[in-house]
């Protein structure tokens, strides 16, 4: 078959050959892959960066897909850590890591959404007790995982919602998407010290995408403004955008109720994860929580790779095309 190979970290993808996969049990089917995106996570795994990568070559990148299979259904699918990834002409998918989607589903804009959506989804719903009039401030809220959270925050009940992020043009598309107030991620520390510790204060949860020096900054800043430091307050790590690593100062986890926590693979089950995969396809299909696929032929990977993007497109490749 035709795929996204990967030889060398080094270098993106080339659209190639490869083996077809071969189903090993009775829970796997071979399907035909409609459309796969192009993710962060999947440029991560492969550069050889991401944290489960095993510096295994060559590779197909890819970690989920909208695929049809032999009868025809259409499938929403995760596709296995052991499998090859589903930027390839066809996937080996395990059932019950699968969804199966409406006739006449826009396979595009559910490739496109899935992935960035499910990051704030699973961290809202299975990482924490998120009641409906909950406060919550996304960190990296102008990438397409950080405008998808602040909608996915207000969907499930979230009765203010504080964005923050750096690109001046996104985050003024928020306040349209349910962001209550706007904060800038200027080179300037202090005003956004000043800013967060102003409006974000008294959130009982931060969706963090940004990690590193951003954070360090800004867990302080939310700190000092909180009304009563022992109120519970959730630090849901998912992305690490800003840097890998931050300093944390030890009284800051005796001056508040700070509970620091990660969201992905390893904190939350595979069958937590695989839960909540129906309620968010559904709420994608509807059009409710949706990110502009930009579709790209599969044979086009090597120049795709790297391509800028408009806010709030992602970049999807079609085997089929």
Known sequence: MHAAVVRSFDAPPR?????????????????????????????????GTHYTSDGTLPMVPGIDAVGRTQQGELVYFIADDDDPGTMAEQAVVDRRRAVVLPDGTDAAAVAAAM???????????RR????????????????????????IAKHLGAARVVAAGRDPERLSLL???????????????????DRLTKAAGDVDVVIDYLW???????????????????????WIQIGSMAGLELTLPSYLLRAA???????????VTAAGILAELPALAAEITRGTLAVDPVA??????????????????????????
């Open 15 to 47: 659209f190639d050959t490869f083996p077809t996969p071969v189903a090993t049990s009775a829970d796997q089917i071979l399907v035909d892959v409609l459309a796969a995106g192009l993710h962060p996570r999947v440029r991560s795994a492969a550069n």
């Open 175 to 193: 306040p349209g998407m349910g962001a209550d107030e706007t904060i800038p991620l200027t080179d300037d520390p202090k005003e956004v010290a």
């Open 128 to 151: 924490i007790d998120f009641r409906p009039g909950g406060s919550v401030l996304v960190l990296g809220a102008t990438g397409n995982a950080g405008q998808l959270a602040v909608r």
């Open 212 to 234: 590193g020096p951003v954070t360090e900054a800004a867990m302080p800043a939310v700190l000092t403004g909180r009304t009563e430091r022992s109120k519970p307050l959730a």
């Open 115 to 125: 992935n960035p959506g499910m990051s704030s989804w699973v961290a809202l719903r």
């Open 296 to 321: 790209v032929p599969l044979s086009q990977v090597e120049q795709a790779w790297n391509a800028p993007t408009a806010p709030g497109r992602r970049i999807v490749l079609t085997p089929g095309e």
């Open 257 to 267: 109720n700070l509970q620091i926590m990660g969201s992905g693979q390893g904190s």
